[in-house]
């Protein structure tokens, strides 16, 4: 189904946010900033949206996003590369992860087609905190088998479901990544460690800030309305 205006506006927002962040938290060199574009396979439909953060023209990576019969919404990983290197694909495919995330997908899901499928899917890999999807396979070709021969079964079909502790997850590995990055190169700015954190903080700021300010907002139209019924009473004696 059409994945309408409204969620079209959210995510074109969320992204152009986890950028903005990005930039205000200094975790990219100057001539390496990270930016995103918006695309449609079909001018005609509007059943996926693409969202792309890029560095360049050769390090990217694209998510699609769709809405399913059931309402609920969905992305999955057509494509991931880097020319570049110094893990900068992972990082971009985080990116990914965070705005599906933000904007209450239930699951990514992705092909794992890299040159060593095993070592990718690895704890320390790019896709670390996916899991190897064992749906529409035989459930016996997982018994006893190794990673590599598990994504033989599943022909590389891996997924991250999406859940209340996802985003401790997500901030797990954000910290992990920046521990295992060598920031005296490109693209990185030094003291990468202190920078990831910042983009964290200011992640959770912008969610937190907002949601503490509806609440204020609200506790001031309460304390309004209790001293008009003050005045009220003091009118009446």
Known sequence: MDI?????????????Q???????????????????????????SKKTIYITFYINDETYCTGGYMIETDLSRKCFI??????IGNRSGSFLLQLQVLLAISTNCKEITLDNFTDNPARAASKSGVYGIFHIDKRGSDRSDFIGATT?????????????????????????EMKNFASHVDDTK?????????????????????????????????????????NKTKKTRKSKK
């Open 148 to 172: 590599e021969e598990k994504l033989l079964a599943s022909e590389g079909q891996m997924r991250f479901i999406i859940d209340s502790n996802s985003k401790n997850i997500w901030v797990e």
């Open 18 to 44: 986890i950028k903005e962040l990005i930039e205000m938290s200094k975790i990219m060199n100057e001539g390496f900033p990270i930016q995103f574009k918006i695309n449609y396979p079909d001018s005609n």
């Open 186 to 226: 490109d693209p990185w700015n030094t003291d990468l460690e202190k920078h990831i954190n910042m983009f964290i903080y200011n992640i959770n700021q912008y969610e937190g800030g907002k949601a503490k300010k509806t609440k204020k907002a609200k506790k001031s139209k309460k304390t309004k309305k209790t």
């Open 78 to 83: 057509p494509s991931l590369y880097s020319n």
């Open 4 to 16: 309408g205006s409204k969620f079209i506006n959210e995510i074109t927002r969320k992204a152009n």
